[in-house]
């Protein structure tokens, strides 16, 4: 291979990029990237620097030192890959021919249909996305996060130690029952509770209400929960001033956040020869159906062993450890036999509880508190399938976690 593209210049597409030099690539490389930022770290976007504690420059990813011979394109996407010149297409206009490709295009944050052309309604997904939100949340006000997922919870939880008056709205009977079971997401999902932050849990959202003479925006029916962008009815602009919910009620907002999750940025690919499904599909390595071409990070359906099915894991330390796999399978033209990746691992911070989880709570059966109260949020808990442990949780454990990661980690590979 003479030049190798890797298109994604975030935590995924850095890793690459370091795999590839670390393994002894020492042709042309190319990095390509959307937004005009070098690469940065995402996790505190909604903690840290939300809160304004952390800046800029804190976010960065690269070294000072750091130099990895790369040709940089940022602020241009990706709109399609040619197999057939064996090149990727960017919207300015270019073409960057390729021997090896490197797919690192992420995820996008899911938007509220309805909600385009009102100001004070955000998501949380960029530097720009963190930048607008905290200029926002610095005037103080009313609070309304869409969605109790992790960036919800982690918003809503910076919000409040600002002083704002925070409201979070989630379509479950349970919040975080997906990623940590019904269970452990009601216990963790109480802290908003404890805290004094309201949550509404079960509750559909209808639209929202804004404009500068109050009109409602209610996106039609089939539209809900999806990632569509149809256009504003015209003429509408202004703020938005509530949030309208399935049963009648609306709650007065002055700033609103969506986070209603992600979806793949795939749709560049459409049309070349790259299986998708829920994301590029991939193997156990990382190869997509097409030689020569890997996936990694969010975009990432990798398959699991394990599982015996394909998962698309969204976590920092995927984005961080599945490259060297994946950069080892372009590599060797998937002569090396794939090794079996840790279980996932991810970490949250919520009104000064650190959470941390490995593992999938949806193949337990079972799952039980080992260690603490769970009135104090300072528990251990450790999921099973037929009594063998598959997930472990921690809340302000961070030293007995560890060790069960650890064992998981090795029981599991």
């Not at 894991?313 to 590599?331: F, Q, S």
């Amino acid at each position: 291979m003479r030049t190798v593209a890797v298109v994604g210049a975030s935590l995924a597409g850095l890793s690459a990029a370091r795999s590839l030099r670390k393994q002894g690539y020492d042709g042309r490389l190319v990095v390509i990237g959307d937004e005009p930022h070098r690469p940065y770290d995402r996790p505190p976007l909604s903690k840290d620097f939300l809160a304004g504690t952390l800046d800029e420059a804190d976010l960065a990813l690269e070294t000072d030192d750091e130099e990895l011979g790369a040709e940089w394109l940022l602020g241009t996407r990706a709109t399609g890959l040619d197999r057939g010149e064996r090149s990727v297409r960017l919207a300015d206009g270019r073409k960057a021919r390729v021997d090896g490709l490197v797919i690192a295009t992420g995820a996008a944050a899911r938007r509220l249909p309805g909600a385009e052309g009102l100001a004070g309604v955000h998501v949380l997904r960029t530097l720009d996305d963190a930048r607008a939100l905290r200029d926002e949340l610095a005037r103080g006000g009313r609070l309304v996060v869409i969605g109790g997922g992790f960036i919800g919870a982690e918003v809503a939880s910076t919000a409040h130690a600002l002083g704002l008056d925070v409201t979070v709205v989630e379509a479950a009977p349970t919040p975080l029952a997906g990623p940590l079971g019904a269970t452990m997401g009601g216990i963790v999902s109480a802290l908003h509770a404890d805290h004094g932050v309201r949550l509404l849990c079960g509750m559909g959202v209808k639209g929202l209400s804004g404009g500068e003479r109050g009109e409602m925006r209610v996106p039609p029916a089939e539209g809900r929960g999806s990632s569509g962008t149809g256009a504003p009815p015209d003429g509408v602009r202004g703020r938005v001033d509530a949030v309208l919910l399935e049963d009648g009620r609306s709650i007065p907002a002055d700033i609103v956040v969506v986070g209603v999750g992600a979806r793949p940025c795939v749709e560049w690919l459409e049309g070349s020869g790259v299986e998708l499904d829920d994301g590029v599909k991939c193997g156990a390595d990382g190869r997509t159906s097409l030689a020569g071409v890997v996936a990694v990070g969010d975009c990432a359906n990798w398959y699991d062993p394990r599982a015996g099915a394909h998962r698309r894991v969204e976590h920092w330390t995927g984005a961080r450890e599945r490259p060297d796999a994946a950069v080892a399978a372009l590599l060797a033209g998937g002569a090396a036999e794939p090794g079996v990746p840790r279980p996932p691992y991810f970490w949250s911070d919520q009104y000064g509880v650190t959470i941390q989880f490995a593992g999938h709570a949806a193949d337990a059966d079972s799952v039980t508190v080992e260690e603490g109260a769970v009135g104090d949020r300072n528990v251990l808990a450790v999921y099973r399938r037929a009594g063998e442990p598959v997930a472990v949780l921690g809340m302000n454990q961070p030293r007995l976690f560890m060790r069960w990661r650890k064992w998981l980690a090795a029981a599991t590979s």
